[in-house]
């Protein structure tokens, strides 16, 4: 029964993780003491920690050989989805200050 | 064991007639590659959110919309009843008596319809003073966006008493533990989607 | 086309008499009319024709079992390119009809309103890229893959053919839309605000955003099962390096489609927010910016290009290298350049609305990134002329296909690359010199490279070869026609010529548009060509057959097994340990025979046949239907018995049918006494009736 | 001086070019339409690049059109006179053959790219003094052009000072369009709710085309319209008779003007509802408009 404690703890690691970043993100936003960017620049970092702990803790994605294929699988993808929302931010935001 | 098991919480088949456990590793993989190309999607829709955030032409607009505690109510029951399929998993994993599992499989679904039921409510507060879709471009790519999740998480409901049936039916036979397992990615992943939204919508929208 | 008077709102939604073409006709004879008219009889006429001549035949019963309820790959794979064939053929008469009246609206009308020149080459463009490129594509990867990996099936079978029926579903729709209603005139790209309801109201463009959802699905579906069955199905030893070129290519298809399909998605079902909810995400008016529409529509538009021809450089790499008899030259080469094609067009769709407005800096960055895709793309030509260098070169009609696709392909790349210049793209943006960029890629590239996999593998599907001399006649007819019909239009789009233009006001084009006309004429006849050659080759199939299974001296896996292959494929899983396993096996002492007996025979599993497929992809036909003509109980119920399927199969069990041992052993070793009885013969002969596919291995 | 005899020789070079290609266009009678004669410094400029481009490519294009036939002819199983290496498949020399050159190309290319983008990108002002400002606002099916400063409009044809650039802000008062006038210069959209700009100019007095090239409906092919290249003197008389007439171009006028429509002759306006132009970008409340109002 090792293993099914070793599971347990992770997501109760993943969980508890998780709240405290969410909890961290929402406050943050609601005792703002920095500037509006730079708020928005914290939200964004804590939810990107955020993402990875759930992978981690949640999805069970490592570094391991045997979730090696899945590993690939979410870089690539995170790669693509990378390039097409920066590609879409960038173009629209530029094509904006372009036209008004 | 030390084994691949752990590559996905209960991907602990045992010696079964129908599935080999290289059939079950490829049915959870294709899944994966399925989850993937669902996320493309969400990925367009905040992009096509945050090129939309501006176009409010005059209506309601996110600080006059969004609500932190609504908000935060719904992320912790998302975030927990991530936690509780979490627990569900491992109850099926390690053949934890039936009643176990439908308790965990049970507290996902009420969290999930909660999260559903509020998510309805924040809409209909909305509505109620004109922050309907057709208003802006804003409102439209808010609707959705959140709307596709909630859709997202509807189906995931669905699917969840569908399993329920099964699990009735059949008992954990192979099958019924890979849609399972299907079930609970595809359950982290709508919860992970759900943290981007309360970033990029909710928080960025309250942030002043 | 002005709105019809619903008759029964509640029941049929917007339908209103008028919506009949045969009604508009009636009304208004006028040759556009009838043309339409005509059409929408076609195809109600071929229904029932097909109809009677299965009851009469009394085939409706195997056609269920044996075909529309199959899982089996090879099936699948037969359906989609029967599919194909069946929308090029229509797709192909549009596109006649668009040069005709292109030739003689020249100062004058013409014969076809703008309104139907308009359905044209929107149902021409959405109907060849979507459901008969991506088809026959599909369905070529479906039959071939499995069989070069040493599998037995596609990894979800199940899956493959649900996403079979929903292609079939929307390529339904498009039919429907010939005799109900109408089409859009948005063009295949649909770019609003021209598509949203205040430019066009009528049912046109709900035709084209579900057509297109249904078939974008689909596609989203076969790529994950094509990418999950090469990454998780290869037979013990098939390492990635040794995989055959053609799988590398699907593999980098599949990986395209899961990623270049939803763009799309998002952009059709949000117009179709917009059209059916009010939305204003491409409108003009309350914050709607329809750049985003152009922006989500390429980012799968460009892909989607790659989509198309990498299959169709998979299909040459086999064809050269087995009409050369030789081995593939620079296989690293050719993976990398693969690949590099593969994640290079995620970074190019800007090409596509270089005259936006955007700044300098962007329109540069993305026109270098096109540019590169040239490159990787240099270096596949490359290596086929490499692969023909100190080889045997016979000129099989899919070896012509090969010859002729890379001289020509090489002129689109060339005009490609001037495209991607953005300066010169102002010019020619919207022109007909863009349509000629693209048929040039599009006809030598993909087209000859899918009816060269068709001469290539038909035998191995039917058992018996194509007629060598109908072959030759389709394939000039193919050269020719391309040459005359696009040719002239590159000097029209250097002259200004706008592209989806239904009539012409200046005089000195007319030579051009003549010759183009003919050169129309000359690919309808190369269709036809295909059609008489299929005729004649089953008529004649007794002198053809090729049982043994390998009539090219063929170097994959897919060659070892007989023609047809038995259902489960293998008798016994292969062992792979180099690069062309067959081929190597055939001709190199010292190894095993290539016709020997598996070790032993054991029980093989094969999916049962499922209804579910088809309840699926034709439910979600009919639902769209109802979305069409805001027919919301159909809908409701079409959605209903899709969901109901869904269901009804996740509770099923008992899916699978066994095969016994000894049946396999039986049937395996009695065609292997065949094959021992098969005469082989030299590659001089293998166009003669006497070539029964046992290649005669050099001394 | 070097620099000056270099000059020369690329003038020379270029003015055969240009004589070769007349000579072509008297037979070709449809490219004389298009960018090959160009009539205004962008397109010459564009049309130049074509002609470098076109060149280079042929490196590229040459040989795959000779080695194709060539091999498959020389190798041919009935040829019994040629080398068969079965097994051959790789060679160091070939691999840098087949990789580097098309690599050089694409990044001499590249420079080429980045170079004239930059130069012709259409927001550029031309060179030659202060531009006359004009507006062009596409309609289903026609074009409206508004001269601000004089107050005068032209629907289906545009009026221009030859050897003076021209400032164009584009806008449509319906779908997205395009306009192109390919002797003159490359197209740029113009989209409800926002403005793009396109420079351009004639060198010599004279009539060209120009054109939608984005599809928008039944009367698409229609709408077509010429560009009048003035004598700066023809100018000036046309500018006083354009005033001098009696048209206004009020709202009612634009009413009949935005309706779905082909109208069968130009028309010109000697006075135009003020501001029309931003008018028009505001009614629509467009995306680039609400979204200029964003949030840093
Ligand atoms: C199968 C289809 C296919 C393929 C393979 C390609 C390939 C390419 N395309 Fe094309 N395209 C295709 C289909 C289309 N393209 C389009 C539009 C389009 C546009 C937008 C134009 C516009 O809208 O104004 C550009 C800039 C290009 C560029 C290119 C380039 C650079 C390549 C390159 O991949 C070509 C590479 C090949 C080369 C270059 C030749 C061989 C290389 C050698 C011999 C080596 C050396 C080469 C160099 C050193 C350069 N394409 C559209 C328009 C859709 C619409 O608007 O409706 C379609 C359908
Ligand atoms: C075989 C002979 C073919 C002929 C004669 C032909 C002819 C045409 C014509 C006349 C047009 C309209 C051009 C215009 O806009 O003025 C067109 C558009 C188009 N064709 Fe073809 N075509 C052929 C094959 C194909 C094939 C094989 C494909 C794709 C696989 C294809 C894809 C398209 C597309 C995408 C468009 C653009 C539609 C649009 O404007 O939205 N065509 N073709
Ligand atoms: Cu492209």
């Given at each position: 029964m090792n293993d099914r404690r070793q599971e347990l703890t992770s997501y109760a690691i993943g969980y508890t993780l998780s709240l405290a970043l969410t909890v961290a993100a929402f406050a943050a936003v609601r005792w703002p003491s920095v500037g509006a960017r730079a708020t928005f620049g914290v939200v964004l970092v804590l939810g990107v920690i955020q993402m990875a702990v759930q992978f981690r803790c949640f999805l069970h994605v490592s570094l391991k050989r045997s979730s090696r294929h899945d590993l690939q699988l979410i870089l690539f993808s995170t790669l693509i989805i990378a390039l097409m929302v920066s590609g879409t931010l960038v173009i629209l935001f530029n094509l904006r200050e372009r036209m008004m | 064991m030390s084994e691949p098991e752990l590559a996905h919480a209960g991907l602990n088949l045992g010696p079964s007639a129908e599935l080999t456990r290289d059939g079950a590793e490829n049915a959870i993989f294709g899944f994966w590659i399925f989850l993937m190309s669902d996320a493309v999607i969400f990925a367009l829709l905040f992009a096509t959110y945050g090129t939309m955030v501006a176009g409010t032409a005059g209506g309601p607009t996110p600080a006059s919309e969004f609500k932190l505690l609504p908000a935060f109510v719904e992320t912790l029951l998302l975030l927990t009843s991530s936690a509780t399929f979490g627990r569900a998993s491992i109850a099926m994993k390690y053949a934890e008596p039936r009643r176990t599992l439908f308790g965990w499989l049970g507290a996902t679904l009420g969290l999930g319809l909660t999260f559903l039921a509020l998510e309805a409510n924040d809409y209909a507060t909305m509505v109620a003073h004109g922050a309907v879709p057709s208003r802006s471009g804003f409102l439209s790519a808010f609707y959705a966006l959140t709307g596709l999740h909630g859709l997202h998480v509807a189906v995931a409901c669905f699917w969840l008493v569908v399993m329920v049936g099964q699990v009735l039916a059949y008992g954990l036979d192979a099958r019924v533990k890979i849609n399972l397992l299907r079930l609970g990615l595809f359950w982290h992943l709508l919860d992970i989607v759900w943290i981007a939204i309360f970033s990029v919508v909710y928080l960025q929208g309250a942030i002043r | 086309m002005s709105p019809s008077t619903p008759v029964l709102p509640a029941l049929l939604g917007r339908f209103g008499w008028h919506d009949l073409p045969f009604v508009r006709a009636w009304q208004n004879p006028t040759a556009s009319e009838i043309i339409g008219a005509f059409a929408g009889g076609l195809v109600v006429v071929g229904a029932i024709a097909v109809a009677a001549v299965l009851t009469r035949h009394r085939w409706w019963g195997r056609l269920w079992s044996e075909w529309l309820t199959s899982l089996d790959h090879k099936k699948i794979g037969i359906m989609y390119v029967v599919l194909a064939g069946v929308m090029l053929s229509r797709a192909l008469i549009e596109a006649v009809l668009m040069r005709m009246q292109q030739a003689v609206a020249i100062d004058a009308p013409g014969f076809l309103s703008p309104d139907h020149f308009g359905q044209l080459f929107s149902t021409h463009g959405s109907i060849m890229i979507f459901f008969m490129a991506m088809p026959f594509l599909t369905g070529l990867i479906n039959y071939v893959v499995p069989l070069q990996i040493g599998a037995?099936?596609?990894?979800?079978p199940w899956a493959n053919s649900v996403a079979l029926w929903l292609t079939i579903g929307g390529a339904g729709l498009m039919m429907a839309s010939l005799v109900v209603g109408e089409f859009s005139?948005?063009?295949?790209?649909?770019?609003?605000p021209y598509t949203e309801r205040d430019f066009s109201p009528g049912v046109g463009v709900d035709y084209w955003i579900w057509a297109v959802t249904l078939g974008s699905i689909g596609s989203t579906m076969a790529g994950i099962n094509i990418a999950c069955t090469i990454y998780k199905l290869r037979a013990p030893g098939l390492r990635f390096m040794r995989m055959q070129m053609f799988c590398w290519t699907s593999l980098c298809t599949a990986i395209l489609m899961i990623f270049a399909m939803p763009p799309l998605t998002v952009a059709t079902l949000l117009l179709a927010l917009d059209r059916y909810a009010d939305f204003h995400f491409f409108t003009n008016d309350l914050g709607g910016n329809m750049m985003n529409y152009a922006n989500l529509f390429w980012l799968f538009g460009h892909p989607e290009v790659y989509i198309l021809i990498l299959p169709a450089f998979g299909v040459y790499s086999e064809v050269v290298s087995t009409f050369s008899s030789k081995d593939l030259y620079g296989y690293v080469s050719l993976v990398l350049a693969t690949m590099a094609i593969a994640v290079l067009s995620f970074t190019v769709w800007v090409h596509h609305f270089f005259t936006m407005g955007q700044s300098a800096n962007i329109n540069a960055v993305f026109g270098i990134a096109t540019m590169t895709i040239g490159v990787p793309t240099g270096v596949k030509i490359y290596d086929w002329i490499w692969t023909m260098f100190r080889g045997e070169v016979r000129f099989t009609v899919p070896m012509l296909y090969s010859i002729a696709f890379m001289m020509t392909f090489v002129l689109g790349g060339f005009t490609g690359i001037i495209l991607a210049m953005p300066p010169l793209d102002y010019l020619v943006h919207n022109t007909l010199f863009l349509v000629a960029h693209f048929h040039n890629m599009l006809i030598p590239g993909l087209l000859y490279g899918m009816l060269a996999g068709y001469h290539y593998w038909f035998p191995k599907a039917f058992g018996f070869r194509l007629d060598e001399r109908w072959g030759r006649r389709a394939f000039t007819c193919w050269v020719v026609g391309f040459y005359l019909a696009f040719f002239p239009l590159y000097v029209l789009g250097a002259s200004g010529m706008a592209r989806?233009?239904?009539?012409?006001?200046?005089?000195?084009f007319r030579p051009w548009l003549y010759v183009a006309g003919v050169g129309a004429f000359i690919l309808l006849a190369a269709l036809a060509s295909l059609m008489i050659q299929l005729y004649v080759s089953i008529r004649d199939r007794a002198a053809t057959m090729v049982e043994a299974g390998d009539p090219w001296d063929g170097r994959g896996l897919e060659w070892s097994v007989a023609a047809p292959p038995p259902e489960y494929n293998f008798a016994g899983l292969p062992h792979v340990d180099g690069r062309n396993p067959f081929y190597d096996d055939k001709?190199?002492?010292?190894?095993?025979?290539?016709y020997r007996s598996p070790t032993d025979y054991s029980d093989i599993e094969v999916p049962r046949g499922s209804m579910a497929g088809i309840a699926i992809g034709l439910g979600a036909a009919v639902a769209a239907f109802g979305l069409v003509w805001e027919m919301w109980w159909l809908t409701l119920v079409a959605a209903e018995v899709v969901v109901a399927a869904l269901i009804l199969r996740s509770f099923g069990r008992n899916q699978h049918r066994t095969i016994p041992a000894a049946e396999i052993a039986a049937e395996h070793e009695a065609w292997l006494a065949r094959v021992r009885a098969t005469r082989p013969i030299p590659r001089r002969l293998e166009t003669q009736a006497i070539n029964r596919g046992l290649a005669e291995v050099r001394a | 001086m070097p620099l000056e005899s270099h000059r020369g020789s690329m003038v020379s070079w270029r003015s055969a070019m240009v004589a070769s290609m007349s000579g072509c266009l008297g037979g070709c009678s449809a490219l004389s339409h298009g960018f090959l004669a160009a009539a205004g410094p962008v397109a010459e400029q564009e049309r130049h690049l074509f002609l470098v481009v076109c060149g280079v490519l042929l490196f590229v294009a040459v040989p795959v059109l000779l080695l194709v036939p060539l091999f498959a002819w020389h190798y041919r199983?009935?040829?019994?006179?040629h080398a068969y290496r079965p097994k051959w498949e790789f060679s160091w020399g070939i691999e840098g053959l087949i990789w580097i050159p098309p690599a050089a190309i694409v990044v001499g290319l590249a420079v080429l790219l980045w170079r004239w983008t930059h130069i012709d990108d259409p927001y550029r002002r031309l060179p030659g003094g202060p531009p006359v400002e004009m507006q062009a606002i596409g309609l289903d099916w026609k074009w409206v052009f508004v001269h601000p400063q004089r107050g005068i409009a032209e629907v289906n044809r545009l009026t221009i000072p030859a050897g003076r650039p021209v400032h164009i802000r584009l806008t449509s008062g319906t779908v997205m369009q395009s306009l192109l006038i390919p002797r003159l210069a490359g197209q740029i959209y113009a989209m409800a709710g926002m403005t793009t700009e396109l420079n351009i100019a004639a060198h010599r007095p004279g009539v060209f085309r120009g054109e939608n090239t984005q599809y928008n409906g039944a009367g698409f092919q229609h709408q077509k319209f010429a560009v009048v290249a003035l004598a700066p003197a023809d100018y000036q008389r046309w500018l006083a008779r354009a005033k001098a007439g009696r048209r206004a171009l009020d709202a009612s006028a634009w009413r009949r003007l935005s309706a779905r429509s082909v109208i069968a002759a130009p028309v010109t306006f000697s006075a135009v509802t003020p501001h029309l132009f931003d008018r028009v970008v505001a009614a629509t409340g467009g995306a680039a408009h609400s979204l200029s109002k964003a949030r840093p």
């Open positions: - | - | 037995r099936d596609m990894a979800f005139t948005g063009g295949w790209s649909g770019y609003p989806r233009t239904q009539a012409i006001f200046e005089p000195s001709h190199d002492a010292g190894r095993p025979d290539p | 199983l009935s040829n019994t006179d």
